[in-house]
């Protein structure tokens, strides 16, 4: 059974770009979180889709937005990249059914913003 | 919002000794708290979590402790080995932010052998 599967390992860009990142979720797990994790720090909730919409967000500006798929894979969309956008973004995945379930974390996309 | 504050922020032990992290958290609704461990370049796993209506939780080496009243709870590592090495997280949710967690800063293992 793949756990949470995440694409690309590492990107960069420069100011300015936009970038997509991708993930897939464990087998049978259809709600989908994705935390920004700066370097030295722990991670920041952005947000949640679950049935393909977003059901909850954290403190991140509207450059930052999502997609959830039918088959419960989600893209992380950032517009108008700034330097502090670098990062490590980490997806997680959980469970259907109540909530606080526990989450499984990807290997995470490493952005860096030149 | 809740907030979580985690120490100590880097932790030496010797192969052996035991390990102790604590948490505290600002907002009394959360009832749910999972602890995660990062190795490097990987994401964070999931190690042990505990829910407010458990005051401890313990699975082989690793045991976690919930304070509800003094809004605090801790990770507890007995018989350290080198492979303990890594970052460990702590985090806090409560029912009506779903699966939102909150982590704290992270604390910096390293078991010398």
């Known amino acids: 059974d793949a756990g949470v599967t995440q694409s690309p390992t590492h990107l960069i860009k420069t100011r300015g770009q936009q970038v997509t990142l991708r993930c897939s979720p464990k087998?049978?797990?259809?709600?989908v979180s994705w935390y920004q994790q700066a370097l030295g720090q722990g991670p920041q909730f952005i947000f949640q889709y679950y049935e393909e919409e977003e059901r909850q967000r954290g403190n991140f500006p509207d450059r930052f937005s999502g997609h959830q798929f039918p088959n419960y894979s989600s893209e992380l969309n950032v517009n108008a990249l700034l330097l502090g956008d670098s990062a490590l973004y980490l997806c997680?995945?959980?469970?259907?059914?109540?909530?606080?379930?526990?989450?499984?974390f990807g290997p995470g996309t490493r952005l860096l913003v030149l | 919002g809740e907030n979580v504050e985690q120490h100590p922020s880097t932790l030496s032990v010797q192969e052996g000794d035991s390990a102790v992290i604590k948490c505290t958290y600002s907002?009394?609704?959360?009832?749910?708290f999972p602890w995660y461990k990062q190795e490097l370049g990987k994401g964070p796993q999931l190690i042990i979590d505990?829910?407010?209506?458990?005051g401890e939780k313990k699975d082989q080496r690793i045991a976690v402790t919930l304070n509800k009243t003094a809004k605090h709870f801790s990770l507890h590592i007995t018989e350290t080995q080198p492979e303990d090495s890594a970052v460990y997280f702590c985090?806090?949710?409560?029912?009506?932010?779903?699966?939102?967690?909150?982590f704290g800063g992270g604390t910096r293992v390293l078991v010398k052998p």
């Open positions: 997680a995945s959980s469970l259907p059914g109540q909530a606080q379930e526990t989450q499984y």
């Open positions: 985090a806090a949710s409560w029912e009506a932010a779903g699966n939102k967690l909150t």
């Open positions: 907002d009394s609704a959360s009832n749910y």
């Open positions: 505990i829910r407010s209506n458990v």
């Open positions: 087998s049978g797990h259809d709600t």
